[in-house]
């Protein structure tokens, strides 16, 4: 098992107790504890089930938010949808109304990087080409791709906007990091040109097939990322 398909299974079970996987586990000394913080961070979200749905709205909406998305990487089963559903439900909210409903870009994005914490952590050292095959696989989405390499890309995945396959990237700015999201484009979807909260600032802008949403902690990464894949993303 390489390690590109090693990682792709840790982050989609890190319970796995497949023989090739397990023995990848022990095949480099860092691996252990990656798929231990994986299993540490796949504990706290199941324990979060176990508690009270709190009583203000907007927390109970981005808690559902993420649990949904968790479910669908991790487990990919329908009965736990279901219960992500069901939180909606006790808040008064229908789960397919909802679904139909306008998606906040900018919210999801910054939920996705609380969600995703782990990769601020990680360095694939992922090539270019590697983004573009994942982006030919994302649906109504064009022939978009990058034309080089977009400086150093340290992760990447795909994640879900409210039912519509994405992907996520980390990238090197100027000085830290920062998280960019390409979203296909969909008519129920808004974007926000600047967004942000206590921690983290974000930009967001269209092209031809996506959304592009830029989340980081300093508007000058922002910015340079920004101009940086305007020039090679076609």
């Known amino acids: 098992m390489d390690e590109l398909k090693f990682r792709r299974q840790a982050y989609e079970n890190p319970n796995n107790q497949d023989a090739d996987f397990l023995r990848q586990v022990d095949a480099k000394p860092e691996n252990p504890a990656f798929v231990n913080e994986l299993k540490n961070l796949d504990a706290k979200l199941c324990n979060a089930l176990k508690i009270g749905v709190p009583e203000d709205l907007a927390d109970k909406l981005i808690l559902r938010q993420q649990l949904q998305q968790h479910y669908k990487q991790r487990r990919r089963t329908g009965f736990l949808v279901a219960m992500a559903a069901s939180i909606a439900f006790t808040v008064g909210i229908s789960f397919s109304l909802f679904r139909l409903g306008p998606v906040d870009l900018a919210e999801h994005a910054l939920a996705h990087v609380y ?50 396959k994405s992907l996520h990237l980390v990238l090197q700015g100027e000085q830290g990091k920062v998280t960019l999201f390409i979203v296909p484009q969909e008519k129920r979807m808004v974007l926000d040109q600047t967004f942000a909260d206590s921690q983290y600032q974000g930009i967001g802008f269209e092209t031809a097939d996506a959304f592009i949403l830029l989340v980081g902690e300093d508007k000058s990464d922002l910015n340079y990322v920004k101009n940086e894949i305007k020039n090679i993303f076609i």
């Open 115 to 164: 969600h995703e914490d782990i990769a601020l952590h990680l360095d694939q050292n992922v090539d270019f080409k590697q983004v573009n095959a994942r982006l030919a696989s994302l649906k109504n989405f064009g022939n978009a791709k990058f034309t080089q390499q977009p400086g150093k890309v340290y992760f990447t995945s795909y994640c879900d906007f409210q039912g519509v």
